[in-house]
């Protein structure tokens, strides 16, 4: 039977882990998948979860089966952090999933099971793994034009053109904050005139919040998101812990529902249950638990904002050097909108060819599309890059 199987194609964002693995040199640089490092080059532990983990340690009495739909703390903790108020309790329906990435398949896996033929609209570009997804699960796609390449900003206009072709009924992803991989982000106004627009249209929004804390603070970063929410009658949220409390590997994860009414999200939350019983039964425990502990426990949330605030603030240092040195080393403002991208990432413009050769010449590591990841970079290799792209153009 696996003489039927054909080789998969390499996802390109993790195949460079092994890449810079393999690589012997010892200035290399790794700008390529999106996890945080210290100017020392570490992903830490953060305090908080440190302290977390230890109380639960001391606490945990059993490891026994928990609710299919997660922990039900957990779930009012992350619908509390990313929602603050924003929807009527008795119209959400959640559930805790492996990560974001769980949370976007669960996502997409009930708007199959609600409407197989909904079209799937993706900004372009947008995170490989989102078009990958929904291909496997044999859902219509769509693109909207997202980013401009002249600019690095967004093609507001061009976004707006392609959305009022959006049907009722379609499924519009849009990432809420600290767009991944362009690092190009809407402003408030264009967030309320694509609601606007999106609501006409009798869209379902989408929402992915991977990155929240990571652009412009925990609170500003949510702000899309809430109006998304509570503009629709019916929303999906996947949103990720990984970035924001550092615990990657633990996979936790929310998939958070906004259906017309209460009697409708009875049903929606039977369903979102159902979908994880299928795919996985329970999901992960450990990290969400240490996210619930954190969040309702007032020092340990302070000191977790406290330390989510640092990192932020070093990658918009990084940021602001970046655009400096680059300003400088190809003698233009070519680079400026790096300085005005937030989140992890900003997509340099570069061709392949030129990606290539930064590896191959400089052994700095980058996604094809020139996406580099900032916080791979500290004070004193944010000059080296500089000058490596520079020596490329
Ligand atoms: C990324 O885009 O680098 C991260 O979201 C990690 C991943 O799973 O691709």
Redesign the pocket.
Known sequence: MFDALKAQPQ?K??QLIAMFREDTRADKIDL????YKDPTGLTPVMRAVKAAEKKLWEAETTKTYTALAGEPAYNMAMRRMILDGAVAEDRLASVATPG??GAIRQALELVKLADPKATVWLSAPT???HPSIIKYLGIPMAEYRYFDAASGGVDFAGMMEDLGRVKPGDVVLLHGCCH??TGANLTADQWAEAVELLAGRGALPLVDL?YQGFGDGLEADAAATRLVAESFPEVLIAASC?KNFGIYRERTGVLIAVSKDAEATKITQGNLAFLNRQNYSFPPDHGARVVTVILEDVALTADWKAELEEVRLNMLGLREQLAEELRKATNSDRFDFVARHRG??SRLGLTEAQVNRLREEHGIYM?GDSRI?IAGLNAKTVPVLARAVASVL
């Open positions: 996802d964002i993790l390529g998948v999106g996890v974001g990435t995170w490989p793994n991944n991989p991977a990984s992890m990432f996604v990841n």
